[in-house]
């Protein structure tokens, strides 16, 4: 097949390509490298660095499915950038839904878990569950063929390890590398589900190959939480680093996990706990 991956160059995207092309698909790139990275090419796919606006390069005939994973990620960011956020997650994803419909695009939008938690958090839940209001108007009154995919703390090869976009678990390999302190965020109680970007990867997969018209919202975590102290202990552990507490942050909701098996009982997708395993070995 034809496959375009919006944010291509960052991490969830390139890990995705890389299967993709390994399984002998087509594959173009769109990515304006706000979070991508140039390094992170796949030598058999194609890469165009624009901005996400001009999708409308693509002739329909030239796509069967696009995964539209481009997006600014993390809520604290967005509490600075609130317009940015807006234009580049919602009217983004418009832009996207829109262009998906008029040429028969199967789309697969890149949503949050974010949207259980109070949507009114921050500017970044806000205008992901926008984003997936938006996919769901133009399936319903376009009849575009979408389908909704939630990550939860996406971990693994190629993630960001430092700056403002950086993940928990990126973000503290980064610190340690660096022989700095890692942070937690409050109390460290709060419970977050981090899965395998491999795990996810496969779940993106089995969605795109996915016909059937009895689900479109796919909940792609393990379902097995940790305390982000806990983690703290597996970083210590391994690197007998130390770690240090900072006040809490607007937004930093309380437990986040999968609690809808929809996936794994549609799709037969199999996530696994593997994150002390990764940690031991990074």
Known sequence: MKILVT????????????????????????????????????REALYLYEDIEKVSYFEGTEVDVVFHL???????????????????????????????????????????????Q????????????LGENIVQMYKTVYGLDAHIARFYN???????????????????????????????????KQTRDFTHV????????????YGK?????????????????EVADMFIEKYNCKAEYIDDQHGNYKESYRIDNKAIELLDWTPSDRLREYIKGL
């Open 118 to 129: 109070n949507p009114l958090s921050s500017p970044y839940a806000t205008y992901k569950g």
């Open 198 to 209: 491999d795990d996810v990867v496969e779940g993106l997969i089995k969605i795109m190959n």
């Open 70 to 116: 481009a997006a600014l990620s993390r809520i604290q960011p967005s509490f600075k950038y609130p317009s940015e956020f807006f234009r580049v997650n919602t009217k983004g994803t418009e832009i996207v839904a829109d262009w998906a419909s008029q040429y028969g695009v199967k789309m697969i939008y890149a949503g949050s878990s974010s949207v259980h």
């Open 154 to 188: 996406v971990y693994g090869p190629l993630e960001k390890e430092d700056g403002e976009f950086a993940s928990l678990v990126g973000k503290w390999y980064g610190n340690v590398k660096n022989k700095e302190n890692i942070t937690i965020v409050g109390d460290g």
């Open 213 to 229: 018209l009895d689900n479109n919202v796919w909940e792609l975590g393990t379902g097995f939480p940790y305390s982000v102290e």
């Open 7 to 42: 944010g291509g160059n960052g991490f969830i995207g390139s890990n995705l390509i890389r299967r993709l092309t390994k399984d002998g698909h087509e594959v173009v790139s769109i990515d304006d490298l706000t979070n991508g990275s140039e390094n992170n090419e796949v």
